[in-house]
């Protein structure tokens, strides 16, 4: 019986996101919710990017390209439990989901296109917030299938929050073409730029054509063009995103390590989703250094004087340890109040294969604690 | 090998989470202490290089920290505003065009002008010159963003060479492309952890930066290494004492990544590889930067 409150979003939620900086562990954090979700009984999904290799392996994911794989029972096997649902993951290809939509929303004659376009090349992947914008897309898409009963995400490792909860507005924006139509009427009437300086917009547009050169914005204009005609369909689908995104069934597990820079944007990023009403169900503070206990030196001055100078030199460097990340996590705790926090230790080495995601588990659930 | 001190554009990369940062305010130091005028950047994100040297944060306006040492965050906003004055060479056309809120959207989109504009600030304080003709830096330090974003923010200049038609944007881009893939001038330093993915991160990003954008890796740092201390012959003696056996253990394989993640650096990257030790103050600042800077003096001042 589960203790924290990822229980109840385990046995809730439809959707659980979990966010943070690169390097905390988030698709650790991602593939032991999926994992213990589908033991006690929902079917899950784990959306990962970019995957540690072993990590992939043990969870029987060798391709990239979207493919929904169902991880086998054997590989449930080294936990001696049984899975009383069905386990599923996949590695989120960016590039081929933003393809993919343009394929299911462009009209026919106008796909290749697009595809082929240098501006679309850049929406899909250089734009900021564009793959954390797909990312949540192929998560609604899912969703509104709605073969799992619970679908765990893992992002990129957002430069800035901002970009994460913005996405569906900034694609919105990038779609509207009320900007681009006031600036380039002109051209677009003319088939070249308009250079008239009575005229405001020709005005702007030539000073921003010395910005970019005249070439840029015409191409810039027949993208905006040949978008015109899927807008509704784009639009659609990020009002569905951004819904999903506040939805009751949706909630964010915010994951961050004890240092204090990734606590600081663990912070930050609890406001914003705040400010944006979206629900924090637990911020995870994972790899702690656990506090080397009483019996641990007790026992170590046991030994012959080099070993105890060896063992004893490193119960005082996890002690520092300890107490800063002890400290940091107050901090944290004082900063987001009210937000459950739930602590996991540093485990002996990288946690990449099954047991050690069932022993992040333990914790995250609450069967273990320190 | 040569120091960095040879170069003049230190480029600082790595996956999320390794220290890139620590390294770069550790490197930016040391050369100000050779007596160099050195400009660390950062680019657009919560400030770390000042406040590690125990200085408030400097903002988006070149700030001297201290002796030889400035720094400066390098914001989109305030970049793309330099770069469209540089252009237009009037304010009040700058605002009448750029302060309009279509415009602006319009920009948001315009392919990789963002970077450019961000790389384009960073190039023109490698340029700038004193009025006695002398350079105003002689060190540029740049904290750049991690592993994916690195790689695009630092291919923006060649992909427009190839892309853009000729124009203003173009040309900045081909001067920029110039001096990033001058190994006289610029040298990457990549920063892993001796973990798995960390390393492995290293070792795409080396290669994407020799392959696409043409930047010359100079050395890799191995932060938060783990010095041996625990024998075999340990680890057997505390085979019946559990809680001491898995602290010697985990302590013992991370001397073991450590030997491999080094190892598998020189081998991937041909190039030296400088352990930084973890370090255990109780406070992450000024001290532990000065820690740090001791364990890359061969890296910056060369071997001798």
Redesign the interface.
């Known amino acids: 019986m589960s203790t924290t409150a990822l229980g109840p979003a385990l046995a809730k939620k439809r959707v659980l996101i979990c966010v943070g ?4 562990g988030k698709t650790t954090v991602a593939a032991t919710l999926a994992l213990r979700a589908a033991v006690d009984g929902r079917s899950s999904l784990v959306c990962t990017i970019d995957p ?3 990590l992939a392996n043990s969870l029987g994911l060798s391709a990239l390209g979207n493919a929904e794989t169902r991880v086998p029972a054997s590989a449930l096997e080294p936990l001696g439990v049984t899975a009383r649902a069905s386990l599923h993951a996949m590695m989120l290809d960016m590039k081929q989901t933003w393809d993919d939509l343009i394929t299911r929303v462009a009209p026919p004659e106008q796909r290749e296109k697009i595809l082929a376009n ?2 679309y ?3 899909s ?4 917030g564009s793959q954390e914008y797909i990312a949540m897309e192929k998560v609604w898409e899912l969703r509104r299938k709605g073969q799992y009963e619970l679908v765990v995400l893992d992002t990129p ?1 957002t ?2 929050a901002l970009d994460f909860l913005d996405a569906p507005n ?1 694609v919105l ?2 779609l ?1 073409n ?3 139509k ?2 380039l009427a002109p051209a677009l009437k003319a088939g070249k730029l308009g250079l008239s300086l009575f005229n405001r917009s020709g ?2 547009l030539r ?2 054509s ?7 914005l015409q191409e ?1 204009s027949s993208f905006m063009l040949s978008l015109s005609g899927m807008n509704e369909g784009f639009r659609e689908r990020a009002r569905g995103v951004r819904a999903l995104l506040e939805d009751a069934t949706t909630g964010f597990v915010l994951v961050t ?1 004890p ?4 606590m ?2 663990a912070i ?1 990023f609890n406001t914003l989703l705040k400010q944006h009403r979206m629900e924090v169900v637990a911020l995870v503070v994972n790899r702690v250094h656990p506090m ?2 009483e ?2 030196w007790q ?2 001055s046991t ?2 004087p080099t ?1 105890r100078a ?2 004893e ?3 005082r ?2 002690q ?2 300890a ?2 990340d002890r400290r940091g996590i107050a901090q944290l705790q004082a900063a987001c109040p009210g937000i459950p926090l739930i602590q996991v230790p540093r485990f ?3 946690v ?1 294969d099954i047991t050690s995601l069932w022993q992040t588990g333990r914790f995250l659930l609450g069967d273990d604690a320190f | 090998m040569a120091g960095l001190l040879d170069k003049r554009l230190w480029i600082v990369s790595g996956k999320g989470g390794v220290g890139k940062s620590t390294v770069s305010a550790a490197l930016a130091l040391r050369s100000a202490r050779a007596g160099r005028r050195t400009l660390v950047c950062e680019v657009n994100t919560q400030e770390r290089v000042s406040r590690f040297l125990g200085h408030p944060a400097a903002g988006p306006e070149v700030t001297l920290l201290e002796e030889n040492l400035w720094a400066v965050d390098v914001r989109p906003q305030e970049a793309m505003r330099e770069y469209g004055l540089m252009v237009l060479r009037f304010e009040t056309l700058y605002k009448t065009v750029f302060e309009n809120r279509l415009v602006r959207y319009f920009l948001r989109f315009v392919p990789s002008l963002q970077e450019l504009v961000l790389l384009g600030k960073i190039m023109y304080h490698l340029q700038e010159k004193l009025p006695d003709g002398r350079p105003r830096f002689d060190t540029l330090v740049l904290d750049a963003p991690a592993t994916g974003h690195a790689i695009s923010f630092l291919s923006v200049p060649q992909v427009l060479v190839q892309t853009v038609p000729p124009g203003p944007m173009s040309r900045e881009a081909q001067k920029m492309r110039d001096l990033l893939v001058n190994p006289s001038v610029t040298a990457a330093v990549l920063v892993a952890l001796p973990e798995e993915m960390p390393v492995n991160e290293a070792i795409e990003l080396h290669a994407a930066l020799t392959d696409k954008v043409n930047i010359r890796t100079h050395a890799a740092v191995l932060n938060q290494s783990i010095t041996e201390r625990f024998t075999e012959a340990d680890l057997e003696a505390l085979a019946d004492q559990p809680d001491l056996y898995a602290v010697a253990r985990a302590h013992h394989d991370r001397e073991a990544l450590t030997v491999l993640a080094g190892t598998k650096l020189e081998r991937n990257l041909h190039v030296p590889v400088f352990n930084v030790p973890r370090l255990l103050l109780p406070t992450f600042g000024r001290e532990a930067i000065e820690q740090v800077m001791g364990h890359l003096e061969a890296l910056v001042m060369g071997e001798r």
């Not at chain 1, 900086?21 to 905390?24: F, K, L, R």
């Not at chain 1, 240092?259 to 990734?262: L, N, Y």
């Open positions: 900086s690169g390097g905390v540690a290799k072993r240098r501006f090349q850049s929406l992947t250089a734009l900021a490792p430069a800035h900034r924006d990038f509207d009320e900007a681009a006031w600036l005005y702007v000073a921003l010395k910005f970019t050169g005249t070439e840029m810039l390590s240092h204090s820079e990734r600081d944007e930050h080397p206990t019996a641990m026992a170590a030994l012959t070993r060896k063992v030199e490193t119960l460097e996890l520092v340890l107490e800063q002996g080495l990288d990449h």
